[in-house]
């Protein structure tokens, strides 16, 4: 990092810190509290042993300090104040434990290390009312984590609107994604297994499995059919003929969540990513100031009626397919999210930062995101089409069955089906940042 890069970082992460902490004092006055407490977690292990699961950081320890791997640390919050970490650093020569905290982040904190989980007490047992953000097992001798949600629902509403230093975050783990990406694709090419593409995913990306933001959806052939398919097979198949990588990579706990598909060069499946691309841009351009998501949703449905209609896959009217629920057969699941510390980051269904609800439309429960785009919000766009054994069944039986080409359905059923996902900043300047797109054409 150059020295104006690094003045640039320093800058942009003192003016987040400032928005957080001014978040915080407003959620903290309307519930009524002094301080605000928040656990890194604790590290958890399978029933009956002693092998530890991946640790997963407090979202809202991750949004204040770039670490991801520190347990049994706790932030001190409190109008007024410098914030405070205190920072578990215990002496264990079993692992390797947290380096003495080092970089452009800690000038400003008001820094306690402390060498055993239960010292941290003495550093919060602060007067006044505190909410305690953290798991039940997080809970100190005195400190019980409390999660009170009239100071949750303005920090989870708010959180949806990142900020630049976050956006930069965001931008990052991007690039990491679309390299990786880029070198699954070239395992693809080499006839590679599942197990070898995601391999060669994790190289590239510069991530272990464990440092993943969520588990990687690695998909030959009618494997990509399944949404979330979670197996990778090590024996590579005896034709290649599709590759759906849903997979990403995070930067200092910040996620992408970037899905590719890649075909072998059939015409009609070719056809089928080509227009399925073409949609996925015009619904990426919706990304706007002031557009309900769920339109976005629903428009995604009205697309996959009009790609259905132009490969001649359903010879229907676009809009009798709509009022009879084809699209839905092809394109199950809601057209994407929130993105940030979490892929699917938290506040999507929120009415106010008071809580209630914003509905879902009708029929369509697998949507994550029903409110209004702002400016600095960050979301995922990502329509599939697929070909869905137990969903085609379903089709077979309704009246709409007689209008689809069968002999098509079978013959791309062996691709499984094409997704395409980017992750897409909603900006002041009318048009979105495609984070995705953007890292895609950078890396060349
Ligand atoms: N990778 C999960 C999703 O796309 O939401
Ligand atoms: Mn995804
Ligand atoms: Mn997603």
Same mark, same amino acid.
């Given at each position: 990092?150059?020295?104006?890069?690094?003045?640039?970082?320093?800058?942009?992460?003192?003016?987040?810190?400032?928005?957080?902490?001014?978040?915080?004092?407003?959620?903290?006055?309307?519930?009524?509290?002094?301080?605000?407490?928040?656990?890194?977690?604790?590290?958890?292990?399978?029933?009956?042993?002693?092998?530890?699961?991946?640790?997963?950081?407090?979202?809202?320890?991750?949004?204040?300090?770039?670490?991801?791997?520190?347990?049994?640390?706790?932030?001190?919050?409190?109008?007024?104040?410098?914030?405070?970490?205190?920072?578990?650093?215990?002496?264990?020569?079993?692992?390797?434990?947290?380096?003495?905290?080092?970089?452009?982040?800690?000038?400003?904190?008001?820094?306690?290390?402390?060498?055993?989980?239960?010292?941290?007490?003495?550093?919060?047992?602060?007067?006044?009312?505190?909410?305690?953000?953290?798991?039940?097992?997080?809970?100190?001798?005195?400190?019980?984590?409390?999660?009170?949600?009239?100071?949750?629902?303005?920090?989870?509403?708010?959180?949806?609107?990142?900020?630049?230093?976050?956006?930069?975050?965001?931008?990052?783990?991007?690039?990491?994604?679309?390299?990786?990406?880029?070198?699954?694709?070239?395992?693809?090419?080499?006839?590679?297994?599942?197990?070898?593409?995601?391999?060669?995913? =994790? +190289?590239?990306?510069?991530?272990?499995?464990?440092? %993943?933001?969520?588990?990687? $959806? #690695?998909?030959?052939? !009618?494997? /990509?059919?399944?949404?979330?398919?979670?197996?990778?097979?090590?024996?590579?198949?005896?034709?290649?003929?599709?590759?759906?990588?849903?997979?990403?990579?995070?930067?200092?706990?910040?996620?992408?969540?970037?899905?590719?598909?890649?075909?072998?060069?059939?015409?009609?499946?070719?056809?089928?990513?080509?227009?399925?691309?073409?949609?996925?841009?015009?619904?990426?351009?919706?990304?706007?100031?002031?557009?309900?998501?769920?339109?976005?949703? =629903? +428009?995604?449905?009205?697309?996959?009626?009009?790609? %259905?209609?132009?490969?001649? $896959? #359903?010879?229907?009217? !676009?809009? /009798?397919?709509?009022?009879?629920?084809?699209?839905?057969?092809?394109?199950?699941?809601?057209?994407?999210?929130?993105?940030?510390?979490?892929?699917?980051?938290?506040?999507?269904?929120?009415?106010?930062?008071?809580?209630?609800?914003?509905?879902?439309?009708?029929?369509?429960?697998?949507?994550?995101?029903?409110?209004?785009?702002?400016?600095?919000?960050?979301?995922?766009?990502?329509?599939?089409?697929?070909?869905?054994?137990?969903?085609?069944?379903?089709?077979?039986?309704?009246?709409?069955?007689?209008?689809?080409?069968?002999?098509?359905?079978?013959?791309?059923?062996?691709?499984?089906?094409?997704?395409?996902?980017?992750?897409?900043?909603?900006?002041?300047?009318?048009?979105?940042?495609?984070?995705?797109?953007?890292?895609?054409?950078?890396?060349?």
């Amino acid at each position: 990092m150059t020295s104006a890069e690094s003045s640039s970082l320093n800058t942009l992460y003192a003016a987040h810190l400032a928005e957080q902490q001014r978040r915080t004092e407003h959620a903290l006055q309307r519930g009524g509290y002094d301080a605000l407490l928040i656990a890194s977690g604790i590290e958890k292990f399978a029933f009956l042993d002693d092998r530890p699961y991946v640790f997963q950081t407090n979202p809202h320890f991750k949004l204040w300090v770039p670490l991801v791997q520190h347990t049994d640390s706790w932030l001190v919050i409190r109008p007024g104040h410098k914030p405070r970490l205190v920072y578990c650093q215990p002496e264990d020569y079993w692992h390797v434990p947290p380096a003495a905290p080092s970089g452009f982040w800690v000038e400003h904190f008001e820094l306690i290390v402390i060498r055993r989980p239960e010292d941290a007490r003495q550093h919060l047992q602060l007067p006044g009312r505190l909410a305690i953000v953290g798991e039940a097992d997080a809970a100190l001798e005195g400190v019980v984590p409390n999660n009170p949600p009239e100071v949750l629902n303005p920090l989870h509403y708010a959180r949806a609107v990142k900020t630049p230093y976050e956006l930069l975050r965001l931008r990052e783990a991007s690039t990491a994604g679309a390299r990786a990406h880029l070198a699954a694709q070239q395992a693809f090419r080499e006839g590679r297994s599942e197990a070898e593409i995601h391999r060669a995913y =994790l +190289a590239a990306s510069g991530h272990a499995e464990r440092d %993943l933001p969520y588990g990687n $959806i #690695v998909a030959l052939n !009618e494997h /990509a059919a399944v949404l979330h398919y979670q197996y990778q097979e090590t024996k590579a198949p005896a034709q290649s003929l599709s590759l759906l990588v849903d997979a990403g990579a995070h930067s200092v706990g910040y996620a992408s969540d970037i899905t590719r598909t890649t075909g072998n060069g059939d015409a009609s499946f070719q056809a089928l990513i080509d227009a399925m691309e073409a949609a996925q841009l015009r619904l990426v351009d919706r990304v706007r100031a002031g557009v309900d998501y769920r339109d976005i949703h =629903l +428009a995604s449905h009205r697309e996959i009626a009009g790609v %259905l209609r132009q490969l001649d $896959i #359903v010879k229907m009217d !676009e809009d /009798a397919m709509l009022a009879e629920r084809v699209t839905s057969t092809f394109l199950p699941h809601g057209i994407g999210h929130l993105l940030g510390l979490q892929v699917h980051d938290i506040g999507g269904f929120m009415a106010s930062e008071e809580g209630g609800t914003l509905d879902k439309p009708e029929g369509h429960r697998y949507l994550r995101l029903t409110r209004v785009l702002q400016p600095g919000m960050v979301v995922t766009i990502e329509p599939g089409l697929y070909f869905i054994p137990m969903l085609l069944d379903q089709l077979r039986a309704t009246p709409a069955a007689a209008q689809v080409d069968w002999s098509l359905v079978k013959h791309l059923s062996a691709f499984g089906g094409v997704r395409i996902e980017d992750d897409v900043a909603c900006t002041d300047t009318g048009a979105p940042e495609n984070m995705t797109r953007e890292a895609f054409a950078a890396l060349g």
